[in-house]
């Protein structure tokens, strides 16, 4: 029997933390989904075997991936693609085909050592939608190779990119875009958490989501609001 600690803030990742719970019975699992829940005085009641981060917005404090075994799940090719926004910043340059790297927790972010990586396409689809295609992949084939196997660290090899974490002021579709960029723009941005694409007037903006692209053109929902 093993112990197992999830920390994630998305509704998607604690629906497939369930299933996992009932996939592997005969070992202890704890979910954390607020950022005062990651302590160090927790993890000593549960000592876990492993701690995974499928989605986590807060930097984890050195007392814990010092101390245990932490991993991330990061959707680039690393090194190429380190720091923040990572599907944002695919799609705007247009980069459909990326892989989830598992990697070990350190000091600098994205740097760790990496367990594995796992392909994936994101060519369509929003920001939902491609988040739960990764959750599932991460709860039904990552995360159980550290339950049935012992994954072994490599140190990342190449020339780091490095990605900045994208503001909600840039959430506004920029003019001279193609219609495949303008369709990546809305779904990029069409998710849990993340501020909408619009466009601006001068009496509000209109924002823009369930962008489907057909024939080179753009459909999509949108809603004006006066602001």
């Not at 369930?18 to 592997?24: D, G, H």
């Not at 090719?77 to 980069?95: A, E, K, T, V, Y």
């Not at 085909?97 to 350190?106: G, M, Q, R, S, Y």
């Not at 929003?126 to 991460?138: D, H, K, M, Q």
Request: charged share 25%.
């Amino acid at each position: 029997m093993a112990n197992y600690v999830v920390a994630t803030i998305k509704s998607w990742n604690v629906q497939n933390f369930k299933k996992l719970v009932e996939q592997y019975p005969e070992h202890n699992f704890s979910l954390i989904t607020e950022k005062e829940e990651l302590t160090f005085s927790r993890l000593l009641e549960i000592e876990p075997d492993f701690l995974f981060f499928p989605h986590w917005s807060w930097i984890i404090p050195e007392s814990i991936y010092r101390n245990y075994n932490c991993v991330v799940f990061h959707m680039t090719d690393l090194p190429f693609g380190r720091g923040g926004s990572p599907l944002q910043n695919l799609l705007i340059r247009g980069i459909y085909d990326t892989k989830i790297t598992a990697l070990k927790v350190e000091a600098e972010l994205d740097a760790g050592d990496v367990y594995f990586k796992e392909p994936i396409d994101i060519s369509t689809g929003n920001a939902n939608e491609i988040f739960f295609e990764i959750s599932n992949l991460i709860f039904n084939r990552m995360i159980p190779q550290f339950i049935t196997g012992n994954p072994i660290l490599q140190p990342q090899e190449g020339e780091p990119t490095v990605f900045t974490r994208r503001l909600p002021k840039q959430s506004e579709i920029p003019k001279g875009l193609s219609q495949r960029q303008i369709y990546d723009y809305i779904r990029m941005l069409d998710g849990e958490g993340y501020p909408a694409a619009y466009t601006k007037y001068q009496c509000g903006k209109v924002y823009y989501k369930n962008a489907t692209l057909k024939d080179d053109v753009v459909y999509a929902e949108a809603e004006f609001r006066r602001e």
